[in-house]
């Protein structure tokens, strides 16, 4: 475990690349320091119609075992180190720990490349995992993440008690804008826009809010909605939502529906781009 955590430690210190080091020279310190056979998959694309071909999409599995010597020296150092590469790199946008859960509230889906359609899921087939996700610091667009995230579970057809099959993964992809990710989820392509004329830009923004809402309580992979939660909140601020005289009794409404969404938040994630949502609703209100 000392023996991982000063490594990545020591990368983390002298690292200014674009992904997150410590955690790229995983795999590679997992063989050299403990000898350890890792089955690999390794899907790369680059954008070729760019200058300098930069990286468009990324996913990277690698799976191993851990007999239970091997559980108590190496397992708690990894998680540690997922923890605090994402606690100190100012990239790092979101760090997510599940134990021994399975169910809707365990999954996650990173996402890979460009499209919302094509991810990974974990939380599925392993019921443990830490993930941490990162800003591309290369993208000045800051459209693009890194995300990492480490998976066990109790090793299966095996006579060796305490063995654990573990799945390390790597994905880049493009961050989903509101836009696209609430089309599908029963929101216009343009948000907040009223569908009739006795229909008011607050009328509008709370059938939208319903109908996310609505989404999140009955799908899985809740992430993407959340963020969408927040964004339709970062618009609903823009466009001054709730300001004019009369509109205390349907700003309290979405208030108490979001308060309610903090409540059942199936991942820490979500609840703090829920939160979030909260302190945008409130500003408006302010306004």
């Not at 979101?94 to 499209?115: A, C, F, P, Y």
């Not at 941490?132 to 993208?139: I, K, Q, S, T």
């Amino acid at each position: 475990m000392k023996t991982i955590i000063k490594c990545l430690f020591f990368l983390l210190a002298t690292s200014a690349s674009a992904q997150n080091r410590t955690l790229e020279e995983l795999p590679s310190m997992l063989q050299k320091e403990y000898g350890l056979k890792l089955k690999k998959s390794i899907n790369i694309e680059q954008d070729i119609l760019k200058e300098g071909r930069p990286l468009k999409s990324r996913a990277d599995i690698y799976t191993f075992v851990l007999t239970a010597k091997q559980q108590e020296k190496i397992l708690p150092g990894l998680q540690e180190a997922f923890e605090e590469a994402g606690k100190q790199d100012p990239n790092c946008y979101g760090i997510n720990t599940m134990n021994d859960l399975t169910g809707k509230e365990s999954l996650r889906n990173l996402m890979i490349g460009d499209n919302p359609e094509q991810y990974i899921v974990i939380g599925k087939d392993y019921n443990n995992y830490v993930n941490v996700n990162f800003l591309d610091a290369e993208d000045s667009t800051k459209t693009h993440r890194y995300a990492y995230a480490l998976e066990w579970r109790e090793m299966r057809g095996t006579a060796e008690k305490g063995s654990l099959e573990v799945r390390y993964i790597i994905t880049y992809a493009k961050i989903p804008s509101a836009q696209k990710t609430i089309i599908g989820m029963g929101i216009p392509s343009n948000p907040i826009n009223p569908s009739s004329n006795d229909m008011t830009l607050d009328d509008a923004f709370i059938r939208d809010f319903s109908n996310l809402k609505s989404y999140y309580i009955n799908h899985e992979l809740t992430e993407k909605i959340a963020f969408a939660v927040y964004e339709l909140c970062k618009l609903g601020d823009r466009f001054g939502n709730f300001t004019l005289p009369d509109t205390t009794e349907k700003w309290e409404k979405v208030m108490s529906d979001i308060d309610s969404l903090i409540e059942v938040a199936k991942t820490e994630a979500d609840r703090n781009y829920f939160q979030k949502a909260r302190d945008l609703l409130m500003q408006m209100k302010k306004k």
